[in-house]
C-alpha cells in the first residue's frame, strides 16, 4: 500500500519555506529535505522505536543536511532546516493536550485520569518539539 505521507510533508514544508521568502533557487532543497527528514521519522516509528528518539534523528539528519548546504552554498542553513522540520511538529499530540486539558479544568470533580492524560500528551509534545530543536541544532554546534 503506498502513502502519500512524504508528499503532504513536502509540500506543507513547501508552503512554509514561501511563506518565509525562501529564495526560489533553494526550494528544491526544502522539499527534498523534509521528504527524506519525513521518511526517515516514519520508518523508525514503523519499526518500534518510539516518535521522540525518531523525531530527534530525523530532525538531525535535516540538520546536518542544511549544515552541509550551508557550507556549499555559503547561505545559512536556517534556509532550509526549518520549513523542512515544520511537518515533523506534533499537531496531534498538541491537539489532545488541549483538548484533554480543557475536559480536566470543565469538569466538575477532580479526575486523576483527566490529569494524567493532559500530563501524557503535554510531555510528549513537548519532548518531540524539543527533539525537533535539538535535532536542528546539534549539528551546527559542530566545529566545521
Known sequence: MMTYDPFYAALAALGFAVIFNVPKKFLIFVVIAAIIGFTLKSILVKSGIGIELSTLLAATLIGTLGKLFSLFYKEPHQIITIASVIPMVPGTFAFKTIISLLN???????????????????????????????????PSLLKK
Open 104 to 138: 480536566f479544568v470543565s469538569s466538575p470533580l477532580p479526575s486523576y485520569e483527566l490529569l494524567a492524560q493532559t500530563t501524557f500528551y503535554a510531555a510528549k509534545t513537548a519532548f518531540i518539539l524539543g527533539a525537533i530543536a535539538l535535532g536542528v541544532a546539534a
